[in-house]
Every structure is written in C-alpha cells, then in structure tokens.
C-alpha cells in the first residue's frame, strides 16, 4: 500500500505541476487572417464582456474559426461566487481574478482584447460602439442611472476614446448591474456588491465605522448608528455577505477589537417573508435558526423604502396582517436586493422591434439567438430566460455557444464550397450534408447542479440535485467544507484554485486582521 500512496501522490504533484506550468505559458497562436485557405471570408465575432457567460464561452470556442473581438471594461474575470468573502478578508480579491489575457493567450488562434464598454449596437449595419474606460464600477457612481444619465468620470490620465467595431457575430454577455428599484437615496449611500471596488469600498467604509466608534464613549447613540450594519436583501448575496460579516466580527475583532465588537450589529432585511426563497424550506428554517444563535437580526417582511445618509426607512407587514414603519440607522448599509438591465442592453431593446415586450433582459430563442436578429446572440444575466440569473447557467450558456459556432462554422463552410465547388466536391453528397447539419442544430438545455449559499459560522445550505433521481438538501458544517470544495472546483484556473486554498489557510493560521487596507 505504501507504494501506490506513494505512487499516486507523486501522481497528482505530477498533474498539478503539468497544469500549473501550461497554465503560466502562452501558447503559440494562430494569427487573425481575413480569409480562410480555401479563399472563404473568416467571419469577425465580437464578444462583449468577460464574466461568466463571455469566458465560458471563449474557453470552449475553437478560435481558429472566427476572428475573435472580446469587448469589456473589465480586463479579468471574477470569481463571484467568493465575493462575499473578500470585505472581511476570508478570501484575498487577487486569488479570484483571472487576467483576460491569461485565457486569450491559451487559445489556439489570436484573439484581440479591447478594454472598453460598448455603448451603442447598431443591429441594422452591424456595429457596435465602444468607448475605452479604464474604471470598472457596479453601474452605478453615485447617481441612478434610470433617473439620470449623467455621471461625471474622474480623470484618470487617458482621455476617452471611442471607436466603432463591425462585426458578422455579436454575442452581447455584459450581465446585469444591481437594481436600485428607483428606491430615493440607494444608489448615492450604499455599497453593492458586484465588482472588485465594492468590496474595497465594504471594507474601507466598515473600518472607518469602527475606528470612529471607538472614539465615542459608549452608550452615544452615534456610537451606535456607526456600529450598526444594514444589508438590504435576503437572497443568496445578502446572506452571504451578512454570515462573513457575522464571522468576522465574531470570530476575529471579538479579539482584537473587543472595546467595539459586542456592539456590531449585522441586520438582515428583506421584504418577502423569508430568505433564500430558491431554496428548500427545510433550508430556509436551517438558515433562520443559525442566524438568530449568531446574532444576524433577521428582518423578514420588512421593504426598504427610503434611504438617507444615516438611516433606512421601511414598512414592517406585522404578523396581523397591519403594517408599521420602521428606521432603521446604519454606519455601512450593503444593497442585495438582485440584478436590473445594463444601459447597453436597454439600447438594444430598444433597437429591436421583437424585443419590445423585454423589461427584466434581452429575449432569446432556444438556441440564444436575440429575437428579431439573425446574427446577435446572448447569454447570462443580460437575457430574461426561463432560467435564473446564476454564474451556473451563464457557464453552461457558454459551453452551448461554443458548439453552436463551431455548427455555424461548419454550414458557412459548406456552402462556400456548395457555391464555388471544385470537380472533386459530391455536391449532392455535400447537399444533403448541409440540410441535416441545418435540421439538427441543437438547442440549449440547462442541467441543475444544485443551489449552495454560505450562511456563517462554518455552515453552509446546499439544494442539491444529484442524477434524476434524488433531491439532497443539508446543512451544516458538512456542507460548508461541500461548499468549499464545490466552489474550488468552480473555480477557473488552477492558480485561482492554489491562491484561494493558500488564503483560507492563512485565515485558519492567523485569523483576519483588523487593518483598514
Ligand atoms: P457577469 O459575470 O456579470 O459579466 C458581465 C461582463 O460584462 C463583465 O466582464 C463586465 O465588465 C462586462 N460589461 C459590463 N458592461 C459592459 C459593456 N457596456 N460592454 C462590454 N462589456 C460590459 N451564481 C452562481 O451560480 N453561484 C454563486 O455562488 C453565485 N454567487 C454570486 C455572488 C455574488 C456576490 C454575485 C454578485 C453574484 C453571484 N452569482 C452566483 C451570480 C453570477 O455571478 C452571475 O449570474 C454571473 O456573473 C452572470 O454572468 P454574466 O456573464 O452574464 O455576467
Ligand atoms: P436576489 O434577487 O436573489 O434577492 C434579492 C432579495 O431582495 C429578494 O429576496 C427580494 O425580496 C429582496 N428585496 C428587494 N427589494 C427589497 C427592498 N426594497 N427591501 C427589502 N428587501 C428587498 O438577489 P441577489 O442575492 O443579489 O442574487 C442575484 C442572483 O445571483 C440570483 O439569481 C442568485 O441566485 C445569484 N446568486 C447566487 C448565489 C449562490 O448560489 N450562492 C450567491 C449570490 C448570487
Ligand atoms: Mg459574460
């Protein structure tokens, strides 16, 4: 036995250091031509974004068929499923970005990346407008884009550019920015979280609070307000952000800070009455019961309607059925309450006749082909589909698409043969070759791995599905390390796999320091 322990152990260090090595080279690329060998136009396909739906994509497209364009203002891919844990430290936010360029340099054929937002699509021409941005924001700075269009940029030492693109394929993957639902004050006080700067935002603002806490004497109701985090929403996000929060107060400033840290308080407010309404409710009264031993107060039943500098002002649906106002005073307050449309794709919406019916996202056939366009596609949280908006689906949305260009490809190539064919082409052969590739182009289907949300205290809830079979819900510590291992595995690169093992390890080590940077 001592020989195949060792033996497989040398194994895996041998598979780890292949991949950690293909994973840090370059590869010898194929560069962007304009026509193929055979004399056939190579068709431009322009990718907007790096999320989720965009790398999944990019990941799987045979980039020797295209010439590839990705567009986005945002120059590496987030991890978001370990967002949450990144404001208290539990998670370093550089374990879980991915350089675009690190996945664009492995592919097998050039592929041009451009750092900008694209701000305008012209489906009839087929162009789209960008505009290179050098700072990546939640879609909000400070003002609510749906009441006002003005945002003013800081300078940041390149002056804008724009730039117009063509393109034969579009593939629109710019996901959702956080809804504010109009609500007044939102938008300007509180912190998303969505991008990198909003969890550097979190964390800033949540030290600021402490340190200047700590300066009033106890028992000032400033003192109190300032210790007092808000998070509005009770889905995946909100509960996941309040049970790190928890954590972090309980199990390091507790330590280090005890002067201030009995009097944190993380309230939880949603205004349906229970959280985590997508998962089993077994779950859901798992999730009640750890927050109130933990200390979370949970808030069901209550809807924001208000917010101002210091405090939240909402409507409390009593037991009764009667209704209270309630306010609540924060120091930090976090937004949770889901995804609306980006700018950009409410411009398409309203650029398509089809899509005039869109409210929530762009409309899409089974195989993600935008309604009323023939060479526009989309996926993730930009569509409105019958799937939810989760890192999931967009993933699997891309893999589909991969395929489906490489069908596209592949009729495309046909026909140019069909219609320049050579004495050695069947072209009744070749015919009815094209007719079936046509007929039988499949469709997406979406496979249900299951839900998984970390709720604190080394616990997590997990709706799984597993095979067609069973339906597995649990909870508990063994699910948090299930969590932990699932999310690794999610996890796009094996350096962001080491990276984020090497900071829990450091956190079970030293614990999460109290520093404001
Ligand atoms: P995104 O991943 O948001 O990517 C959009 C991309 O488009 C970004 O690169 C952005 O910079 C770019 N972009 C924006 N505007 C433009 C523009 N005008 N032009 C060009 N590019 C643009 N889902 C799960 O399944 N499991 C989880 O555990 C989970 N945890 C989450 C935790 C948090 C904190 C958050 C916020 C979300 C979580 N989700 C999770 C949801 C998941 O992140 C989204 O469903 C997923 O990111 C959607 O992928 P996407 O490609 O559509 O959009
Ligand atoms: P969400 O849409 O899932 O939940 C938002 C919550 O906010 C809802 O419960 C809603 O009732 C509540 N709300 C709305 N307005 C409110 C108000 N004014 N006052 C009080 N409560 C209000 O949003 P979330 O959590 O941001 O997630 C977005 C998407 O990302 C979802 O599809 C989710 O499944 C996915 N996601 C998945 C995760 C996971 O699987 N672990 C983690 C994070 C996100
Ligand atoms: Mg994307």
């Not at 978001?80 to 208290?88: D, G, I, K, R």
């Not at 996000?237 to 009097?263: C, F, H, N, R």
Request: charged share 20%; net charge neutral.
């Amino acid at each position: 036995t001592k020989g195949i322990t060792a033996l497989s152990l040398l194994g895996a260090v041998g598979l780890v250091s292949y991949k950690v090595y293909n994973e840090s080279q370059p590869a010898n690329q194929l560069p962007q031509v304009s026509t193929f060998e055979t004399g056939q136009k190579k068709k431009t396909l322009v990718i907007l974004g790096s999320g989720w739906g965009s790398i999944s994509l990019l990941k799987n497209l045979d980039t020797t068929l295209y010439n590839v364009v990705v567009v986005s203002p945002r120059n590496y891919f987030l991890f978001t499923p370990l967002l949450p844990s990144c404001p208290t430290g539990t998670v370093e936010l550089r374990s879980i970005v991915e350089p675009v360029r690190s996945i664009t340099r492995r592919l097998p054929a050039e592929v041009i990346y451009l750092e900008a937002e694209a701000t305008s699509i012209d489906p009839v021409n087929n162009v789209v407008t960008i505009k290179q941005s050098t700072t990546v924001h939640s879609g909000h700075s400070g003002k609510d884009t749906s009441s006002s269009k003005s945002t003013v940029a800081e300078y940041t030492g390149v002056d804008e550019i724009t730039t117009k693109l063509n393109y034969d394929y579009l593939v629109v993957g710019v996901g959702a920015q956080p809804s504010t639902f109009g609500i007044p004050g939102v938008a300007e006080h509180s912190t998303f979280l969505k991008e990198v700067n909003d969890s550097v935002t979190i964390r800033r603002r949540l030290m600021d609070v402490i340190e200047a806490a700590n300066i009033l004497p106890k028992g000032d109701p400033e003192r109190k307000r300032l210790l007092s985090i808000v998070v509005c929403g009770g889905g995946p996000t909100g509960v996941e952000v309040a049970g790190e929060l928890q954590d972090y107060i309980d199990q390091d400033l507790q330590k280090w800070m005890p002067e201030v840290a009995s009097e944190l308080k993380v309230s939880l407010v949603e205004a349906l009455p229970n959280v985590l309404n997508m998962f089993n409710s077994k779950l859901v009264e798992y999730t009640k019961q750890v927050f109130s031993e933990t200390n979370i107060d949970l808030r069901t039943n209550t809807m924001i309607k208000k917010v101002s500098d210091k405090v939240v002002i909402g409507t409390h649906k009593k037991e009764d059925g009667s209704t209270e106002t309630v306010e609540i005073p924060y120091g930090v307050l976090i937004w949770a309450t889901g995804n609306a449309p980006r700018d950009i794709t409410r411009d398409l919406i309203s650029k398509v006749e089809e899509q005039k019916n869109a409210r929530r996202g762009l409309l899409v056939d089974e195989r993600l082909l935008l309604d009323g366009s023939d060479n526009i596609f989309a996926l993730g949280d930009c569509t409105f589909t019958k799937y939810a908006p989760t890192a999931q689906v967009a993933f699997q949305e891309g893999i589909f698409l991969a395929s489906h260009f490489s069908k596209l490809a592949e009729i495309d190539s046909l026909k140019y043969t069909l219609s320049n064919p050579t004495p050695e082409d069947n072209v009744d052969r070749l015919t009815k070759k094209l007719n079936k590739l046509e007929e039988k182009l499949p469709i997406f289907h979406y496979s249900h791995q299951g839900s998984l949300a970390y709720i604190g205290s080394e616990k997590a809830v997990a709706d799984l599905v597993w095979g067609d079979w069973s339906n597995v819900t649990s909870g508990g510590r063994f699910t948090y390390l299930f969590w932990r291992s699932a999310y690794i595995y999610m996890c796009l690169s094996v350096r962001n796999q080491i990276l984020v093992c090497l900071d829990w390890v450091k956190v079970s080590l030293f614990g999460r320091d109290c520093s404001k940077e």
